[in-house]
């Protein structure tokens, strides 16, 4: 009775060995293939702005979850923000130039006679009118009294240059003042020889001068030099420019654009959108209250806009004034996001 005891005993306990055993190589066999279905699982489609978080680890504290502005701190940094489009990207020739008065619209004034300043009407950078008197002279002629003269504007205009000091002796050598009518003005520039063949009269061209940022003017080309500046191999060309608002200056440096071609339509952006840091290109997404760093590959490009080929999408809102603030503030934790609080 007790040897037949232990093996009943003997059994039960292999038996619930053999249960166990097999309850553990089940848990190991779902364990295995259930965690790589889970891992071949297909990932769910996200949205463009979790495209934009997920490009790139963060390489400062900020750039991650972004920066919040408060909507006085957008005020005070005058951030802008515009959809990326498809546009057109010009091929320009770019070049340094300056400012001239057109010739027509400039006078030279200097008295007819010999004589003696006796009055001056008008003082430098006066508005005058044609036909303004700007000064009188005692003429050297015999007479009792000696004729006094009256010297007039022959143009409307700016007076630029005043040279009549009352008493001063003068005479037809002599340009006393200089007036010059700023509507219309005319922008000197050299185009490289290599260029020269692509350019030529009737073209359009875009002016722009450091004074004015974010302002550009459109003139055309009127004429091109005959010859090669030997020194320099470049080609003079004068363009013609509307300045209605006198904001244009005779003798301003300007940066000109002579568009020679167009190219294809491609997802563009504002160049003054596009930012570099530590060998990155990146701009700033508008994503709800947050603006995101996101670095992009830029194309072709033109004087106004850069191709984007890799970072953004049609549509996305990025700033276009205000991201040298928001770079910043990167690096000074909280500089920006607490403006207004």
Known sequence: MSLIKTLKIGRGWLWSLSFGMVGLIAGLVWLYFGGAVQKEAAPMAKTGSEMHAEDEAPHLEGEKEGIVLSEEARRNIGLIVEPVEYRTIQKVIQVSGTVKPKPGLLAHVSPRIEGIVEKTHVSPFDWVKAGQILAEIRSRQFGNPPPLVSLTAPISGLVTQWDANVGEAVDPSKVLFQIVDPSVLWVEGDIPEHYAAQVKPGQSARVS????????????ILRMSGMVEPE???????????????????EMFAELAVVVGDSSRVLAVPLKTILKSGGETFVFVESGERYLRQNVVVGTSDDRYAEITEGLFEGDRVVTQGNYELMSSIFIKGGVEEHGH
């Open 209 to 220: 001068v450091v004074a004015l940022p974010g302002e550009t003017f459109t003139g055309k």
């Open 232 to 250: 320099k191999r470049t080609v003079h060309i004068w363009l013609e420019v509307a300045n209605p608002k006198y904001q244009l200056k005779p």
